[in-house]
């Protein structure tokens, strides 16, 4: 499946250092942190035999600057870029098909809740909210 740089967040570090910290491991750019823009909050549920738990919080970045030329890396080993208007979404996760072409035609952030089934691929639900609220990160 396609997908951008990312990862964990260290115990010590702000969801923009470890957003500069993973571009910089995955694609070996440097990322000016103050051009990022938070523009979706997505929280993952998976099925755990009592309903669903929420299993991941994850936070998604535009970024306006960087150096240096993105390369490959051995974390993300395909790198492509794509018009907007012709982003293969079929060949990304589920979750992405739902929220991203929505927030890419309005450029309103979201918050968005996805709800995976027993095969924990398949998206059984969501739920989206605008505006993204501060209280995300």
């Not at 571009?23 to 035999?49: L, Q």
């Not at 738990?53 to 395909?78: C, I, M, N, Y």
């Not at 079929?90 to 309103?108: G, T």
């Amino acid at each position: 499946r396609l997908t951008g740089p990312g990862g964990r967040r260290e115990e010590d570090e702000t969801v923009l250092e470890c957003l500069a910290r993973e571009v910089w491991e995955e694609v070996n750019a440097a990322i000016d942190i103050s051009t990022a823009h938070h523009f979706a909050s997505v929280r993952y549920y998976y099925p755990d035999g009592h309903g669903h738990t929420a299993r991941w919080l994850v936070h998604f970045f535009e970024v306006g600057k960087w150096q240096g030329e993105p390369q490959p890396s051995k974390e993300l080993a395909d790198l492509a870029w794509f018009p907007l208007f012709a982003l293969p979404y079929v060949q990304m996760s589920v979750d992405l098909q739902f929220w991203l072409p929505a927030y890419l035609r309005d450029h309103e952030p979201v918050e968005v809740e996805i709800r995976y089934g027993d095969d924990q691929l398949s998206h059984v639900a969501h739920h989206s909210s605008r505006p993204l609220t501060t209280s995300a990160l």
